[in-house]
């Protein structure tokens, strides 16, 4: 999604927060934000931004 996004962004995607599936405990998941482009682990409480990918 990093790629796409700093590549010329054809996926669309926007300035939020978006969740990974990558876990990081109990009730933390790696996200990351665009706006700044961090990666972390954030609190699974939080609403964020899903954005389905699919290898072929």
Same mark, same amino acid.
């Given at each position: 999604?990093c790629v796409?996004?700093?590549?010329?962004?054809?996926a669309n995607?926007? /300035?939020? $927060?978006?969740?990974?599936?990558?876990?990081?405990?109990?009730?933390? &998941?790696?996200?990351?934000? $665009?706006?700044?482009?961090?990666? %972390?682990?954030? %609190?699974?409480? $939080? /609403?964020?931004y899903v954005? &389905?990918?699919? &290898?072929?």
């Amino acid at each position: 999604m990093c790629v796409v996004y700093n590549n010329g962004n054809g996926a669309n995607l926007n /300035t939020n $927060f978006y969740w990974s599936s990558t876990e990081n405990g109990v009730n933390i &998941a790696w996200g990351q934000y $665009f706006g700044l482009g961090n990666q %972390d682990g954030y %609190d699974k409480d $939080f /609403t964020y931004y899903v954005r &389905a990918v699919r &290898a072929f």
